[in-house]
């Protein structure tokens, strides 16, 4: 792969629990190109979040490297990381972690104001945002005025306020039916194909791997397969 966004080099984490050694991640190795869709699939534990969170500036692994458009981020101090986070990278969780007195377009805005928006710019990307996701409509409801679906995809909006390089989704549908999930998804999907957005997704439902470019399969801190797929689709009917 010529000049991928992110390489990940012979990455370790180990952490400590009492007098246990928990290795998370055993010599990962990875690359992934600008614009492509990665799903990260395996059971609890086998190192999925821990590459999310390495690649997204949220923890320093142990041993390895970071390459971030030939940027190693581990050699990054906290205000360089901080900046790294807030400027590239957009995070959406299985949980929504909105803002409950903001109503959809303010807790967009809020992200925007952080990165040094102003007031009016800020509220006419809010309201771009929404859109994108397919939520103008509701852009004064309040999150508890919004479905669970409908907030997942106002966190979307909210983590690409910025204009991200790189979209890091760490289970999106955990807490979504099946209905609401595949909405959230195929929003997921669509920014990374309209907008060329680099998109990993952390998961262990097998059902929405279809949709990735390659599927990463780990285990034990590992990789155990990737599977390249050329014509990705998102599956009519997913199975949690």
Request: include cysteine.
């Amino acid at each position: 792969m010529n000049n991928p966004l992110i390489l990940c080099r012979d990455l370790t984490r180990q952490y400590k629990m009492g007098a246990v050694t928990v290795h998370a991640l055993r010599g990962l190795n990875l690359e992934i190109a600008t614009g492509e869709f990665i799903v990260l699939l395996g059971p609890s534990g086998s190192g999925k979040t821990t590459t999310l969170n390495l690649v997204g500036g949220l923890d320093r692994p142990t041993g390895g490297a970071v390459l971030v458009g030939g940027e190693d981020i581990t050699r990054y101090n906290e205000k360089q990381l901080t900046r790294y986070r807030r400027e590239q990278v957009g995070f959406v969780f299985q949980f929504f972690n909105l803002i409950p007195t903001l109503t959809a377009s303010e807790n967009v805005e809020f992200a925007l104001k952080l990165n040094g928006s102003n007031g009016r710019s800020a509220a006419s990307r809010a309201l771009e945002l929404l859109d994108i996701v397919g939520l103008r409509e509701r852009a004064n409801h309040f999150p508890a005025e919004l479905s669970g679906g409908e907030q997942q995809r106002v966190s979307i909006a909210r983590a690409l306020a910025n204009h991200p390089a790189l979209l890091l989704c760490d289970e999106p549908t955990g807490n979504l039916d099946v209905k609401t999930g595949h909405q959230v998804l195929q929003a997921i999907r669509d920014l990374n194909r309209e907008e060329g957005t680099t998109v990993i997704l952390v998961t262990h439902n097998t059902a929405i791997a279809p949709m990735a470019d390659r599927i990463v399969r780990l285990s034990d801190g590992q990789i155990d397969s990737i599977t390249v797929q050329d014509e990705p689709e998102l599956v009519a009917e997913l199975a949690w």
